[in-house]
């Protein structure tokens, strides 16, 4: 194995990585040793040269990623097992052979141990999103580890970077099937049906992460009249519509999105007059509600993707937030939900507060919601539980 270069980092800088905190921050580190290029591998030792770990460099304040905290060979072994383990945790949650849910993600970066990797595993397809120029890098044993470890079950594998890899990389890349190719992109969760359009949808083209919370509010639904907010594929609405409510609203400002809605209630509910769906601006639509709706689902995208913009993306939040707790009818319920990462638990929950106090109505905390068990966080890395929720109940 050829010597890789070695990252050396600032006194008293190596604690988090001891602790297995798997980034490591530009201003950590004091000196590189050996000629670096954005995706290399990298050892990463303390001040007195001890070894800590084996990671990709990037460009940016995190200068690398973690990948292993023991001296190993990064081969395509090593991406073979990773990715086992990460099937196997599948595996044993039952993913893999439910006759109910053949939508899951199989590798959840950071919380699978695979920093910059994403995969999601829709009915034999996976898609792949690589948000590293490491991950890139070795896309090839990404590719063969799904089809050994897949086996038959796999039917295509469709990689979807290009929007993800860093952009000053420079990286020719473009989105598209590496591996055959599957014309069924219907897939089922909880024996429920929905369209995937992984080629030109958001993200892998269904967020699977709100799973668990989709079967929430279907308990919620019975006789409501249920407002969906930021639609997207209408994921809220069919289980509302499954879970007996009395009319279902679904609102995106995309005509995509709503057509999307569309077609997924039809695949669930065909004919069922029960549902309509409107693309229009979110915060216009909330002005004019009033005592119209006894569910409200608020699940919008990150409003915040980087610290520097988090204020503003609070405000936005509790603007949001406010509208709803207004305009819902005396005993309704809100679904509340924030998605971007630099978003606490903590600001999440007082912005509620918040927002609650400037509506002037009294509020109680019925649920507190996060993203399922394929999307593992590492207990080392808290910044991965990016998914956070409130069942809220407004007086």
Known sequence: MAQLPKVILKKGKEQSIRRYHPWIFSGAINTVEGELTEGDLVEVYDAYENFLAVGHCQVGSIAVRILAFDPCEVNYEFWKEKIQKAYDLRKSLGFTTSETTNAYR???A?????????????????????HTVGMYLVQD????ALKEIYGDQLIAVYNKSEGTLPYKADLETENAYVFGRNPEKVALENGLKFHVDWEKGQKTGFF???????????????GKDVLNMFCYTGGFS???MRGEANM???????????????????????????????AVDAFKYLNDIKDKYDLIVLDPPAFAKHQNVLKNALNGYRRLNAKAIEQIRPGGIIFTF???????????????????AKAGRQVRILHQMTQPADHPVNIFHPEGEYLKGLVIYVE
């Open 106 to 108: 199989l590798v959840h």
């Open 110 to 130: 950071e919380g699978d141990s695979l920093p910059g990797l994403i995969i999601d595993f829709y009915n034999g397809t996976a898609v792949v999103q690589m």
């Open 141 to 144: 044993h990404i590719l063969e």
């Open 208 to 222: 699977v992460d709100q799973r668990d919370n989709r079967s929430l509010l279907q308990k919620y639904s019975k």
């Open 238 to 240: 069919f289980y509302a």
């Open 248 to 278: 279902v609203h679904s609102v995106d400002s995309s005509e995509r999105a709503i057509q999307l809605t569309n077609d997924n209630v039809e695949l669930n509910f065909p004919g069922d007059k029960r549902h309509k769906a409107f």
């Open 338 to 356: 924030s998605c971007s990462q630099v978003v606490s638990k903590d600001q999440f929950r007082t912005m509620v507060f918040s927002a609650a």
